[in-house]
């Protein structure tokens, strides 16, 4: 009997001999013919294979039988070829069952009721760099079932100097959009599929980036269990129970797109945020912007955990013996950062950034007029010039002659629900407040009542002491990812960011584990499996200063795109990029930005010293320039500023060039291709001498309706054009294929030569 805290483990099979079949049958009792059930009733999300080493892989499927809450038994077989005429014998780990067969053609494992009925099997002793074939058995009253067949691939052994050729991909929304790039993906010729986030969205409605449409809709059956949300009058839900999570991996992978990617490729997996919860960091979610006491929500991080684990093949760090537990304390629950080496040319080091990395920076519920970076700390980073994104402030909101802008705040601080405390803790003193923001709030209310506030005289300003604000940081409300987590000002940022103590991303023992996993590896390329963007996303400031316009007016001011990622952690982004520009051949690959971006990205204290980076964008989420064009119409001034309508549909160039009065200013030099319009996928392949990307760009009119039969392949094939880059061994130069020739990206012209 299999002991019931054993099923979490990957049951564990070792392979043996290879046999040539005579019957169906089986010691195991499995007697006549094994008809696929081509309805998929017993096996509902097909199969699956993932985390492929040398010498092992994991086996997935899910078995479902009506309403059965029991535990079920089914049965594995692994062949050599798809007709399964040369099957592999199996035995069963000991350690996981006390009494097994001993080298059988079919072996027994059991689906667990308290489990989803999710199996996962880690196969070992198999041989480097061979095809296997796979299936599932349940027999019924009625007969012999077999899930449909799967087929994986082992990785080549370390010393093998052969070519690697794989997949990678992120950003999968099935809400309202159909898989058609994973249709295209599933006809390539790839040993593994990288799939680097948001393999699930957690969300069955949000309008800042889902539109339901008939047959690609979400509703949770367990309503009670899921957090209720509202936004732009639109209700939807979050998962939050391990039902919802469940459900949604459930629904997702019924898909017939994504089954036939599973079927016939292994697959390395890592999450990003949504997964969980959109930008979150740990176990905080961030929907309410600051406003819900109860954002961090461990229960619900360990059910999205669970969840992922019972549904994703994977080959975990801690060993075979590691099982889930949600008694476990958070994050120690489980660890999903991990490492593959494929022959002597690819090592791929994927990393979990999100488990551990510290809040943001700027707080979404920052009082936007609180300074938290005073003179002095001022005159301590840039001595006695002061920069110009500094500025003045009320250095004691509580004296005397600052009681009519005090008694202002505490009028209308029940009104817009913001701390009557402006962001300091009860008696903390002093209270020292923007003066700028002072002003803008008073220009708003003037605009409202008949008996006007006096503004500070800009004359009164002038002899003010000059720090930063939140609102030197473009946040302008109290509750807000504007100003927090998007379009941030970047020079006011980097200011704060450089005086701030550590903001860590990776968390000390797996930054520690993924510099010396770098720095010993003997790989070709070192390829890094990144969940968010690492080269600079900055665009010129179009938003208007609020309030009356100062006399002499600051250089135009530069921001952010998002500080959810690699942007709004620059002391560990530059610490990174610097150990690894050390190493030879290193490249990343990055998801989550739902655009096509290929880069050098390099830290902010040696230009010289980048790596390579290919960002794939969404396999079907809601592209770059969608998503911020919804951004742009939220945004609580650029809203109501008509040219702001442009950034969106001109994001592409507003990323390069800045319009200055002595002419083109290039704002992102290491930038070399951005395409913000396509979902799609990329294509790696690798060997002792370069390292090529093929970008496959689907344009996002092409999933509303599914192009997933072969006789749909042309139609699709047809709207898939495609980009290719490449590095090369020994170098850290970003090439881009034009015609038959190969064109250097040089950032000093921030141009293509040749």
């Avoid at 069963?92 to 069952?97: F, I, K, W």
């Avoid at 409300?477 to 903001?503: H, M, N, P, Q």
Wanted: proline letters at 5%; aromatic letters at 12%.
């Amino acid at each position: 009997m299999m002991r019931r805290r054993d099923f979490l483990r990957a049951t564990l099979v070792t392979a043996g001999s290879v046999v040539v079949p005579t019957a169906c049958s089986d010691e195991d009792g499995m007697t006549g013919a094994c008809d696929v059930n081509e309805d998929d009733t017993f096996f509902p999300q097909s199969v699956a294979s993932g985390d492929p080493k040398p010498e092992s892989v994991v086996l997935w499927t899910r078995l479902v039988d009506g309403d059965a809450k029991t535990d079920l038994n089914l049965a594995l077989v692994v062949a050599l070829d798809e007709a399964f005429t040369q099957l592999v014998a199996l035995r069963l780990n000991s350690s996981t069952v006390a009494a097994a067969g001993s080298g059988g053609t079919r072996v027994p494992v059991t689906a667990r009721a308290e489990f989803d009925h999710c199996v996962k099997v880690k196969v070992s002793g198999l041989s480097p760099g061979t095809t296997y074939y796979y299936r599932f058995y349940y027999t019924t009253g009625n007969g012999c079932f077999s899930s449909r067949v799967g087929r994986t691939r082992t990785a080549p052994a370390p010393d093998a100097d052969v070519p690697v050729r794989f997949a990678f991909v992120s950003c999968q929304d099935y809400v309202g959009r159909f898989y058609n790039a994973y249709a295209a993906l599933a006809r390539q010729q790839i040993d593994f599929v990288v799939h680097l986030g948001d393999y699930i969205y957690e969300t069955t409605g949000d309008p800042s980036s889902q539109t339901p449409s008939q047959g690609r809709a979400i509703a949770f059956s367990d309503v009670r269990g899921a957090i209720a949300l509202k936004a732009e009058d639109i209700e939807f839900h979050a998962a939050r129970s391990l039902s919802n999570y469940r459900e949604l991996y459930r629904i997702y992978r019924a898909d017939r797109a994504l089954q036939r990617v599973h079927e016939r490729f292994p697959m390395i997996a890592i999450w990003s945020d949504h997964e969980f919860s959109d930008d979150c960091h740990g176990a905080t979610a961030t929907y309410l912007d600051g406003q819900d006491a109860e954002r961090k929500d461990e229960d619900r991080r360990k059910a999205a955990n669970q969840a992922w684990f019972e549904y994703m093949p994977v080959d975990y760090r801690a060993g075979d013996d590691f099982q889930y537990s949600s008694a476990a304390a958070y994050p120690e629950d489980i660890t999903i950062y991990r490492d593959f080496t494929f022959g002597k040319h690819v090592h791929l080091v994927m990393t979990d950034l999100r488990s551990y990395r510290a809040e943001h920076l700027i707080p979404e519920d920052a009082f936007p007029g609180k300074v938290v970076v005073n003179q002095s700390a001022l005159e301590g980073k840039f001595g006695s010039v002061t920069p110009p994104f500094a500025s003045p402030y009320v250095d004691d909101i509580d004296a005397e002659q600052h009681r009519i802008y005090r008694e202002m705040f505490e009028e209308i601080a029940p009104m817009f629900g913001f701390d009557p405390g402006l962001g300091y803790q009860q008696g903390e003193r002093p209270r020292i407040i923007s003066a700028n923001f002072i002003n803008a709030v008073v220009a708003k209310l003037n605009e409202q009542r008949e008996e006007q506030l006096p503004l500070i005289d800009n004359s009164e300003m002038a002899f003010f002491e000059r720090g930063i604000s939140y609102f030197d940081l473009g946040k302008t409300e109290y509750f807000s990812k504007f100003g927090s987590r998007y379009f941030v000002i970047k020079d006011a940022f980097d200011a704060v960011s450089d005086l701030a103590g550590d903001t860590p991303v990776m968390g000390d023992a797996q930054s520690a584990w993924f510099k010396d996993t770098i720095e010993k590896s003997e790989s070709t390329w070192k390829v890094w499996g990144n969940e968010y963007c690492l080269s600079q996303l900055i665009i010129d400031n179009p938003i208007p200063s609020p309030g009356p316009p100062p006399e002499d007016p600051p250089p135009r001011p530069r921001f952010y795109m998002s500080c959810d990622g690699w942007d709004g952690f620059r002391k560990e982004r530059n610490d990174i990029l610097g150990k690894l520009a050390a190493q030879s051949n290193v490249v990343a690959i990055t998801g989550d930005l739902h655009a096509f971006i290929a880069g050098t990205p390099a830290g902010d204290t040696s230009s010289s010293m980048n790596i390579v980076e290919f960002v794939v964008a969404a396999i079907s989420s809601a592209t770059y320039r969608s998503l911020l064009r919804k951004q742009v119409a939220a945004h609580p001034i650029l809203k109501d500023v008509a040219q702001s309508a442009n950034i969106a549909d001109n994001i592409e160039n507003l990323l390069v060039e800045s319009a200055t009065a002595d002419g083109a200013t290039v704002l992102n030099p290491r930038l070399a291709f951005r395409n913000s319009t396509s979902n799609g996928f990329c294509v790696a392949e690798a060997n002792a001498d370069e390292f090529v990307v093929t970008m496959h760009m689907l344009p996002d009119s092409a999933l509303a309706a599914p192009l997933y039969e072969e006789a749909d392949a042309v139609a699709l094939d047809e709207q898939i054009t495609t980009e290719r880059f490449k590095t090369v061994a020994g170098t850290r130069d970003l090439y881009r294929e034009e015609g038959s020739k190969w064109q250097k990206w040089n950032p000093e012209t921030a141009d293509w030569d040749g």
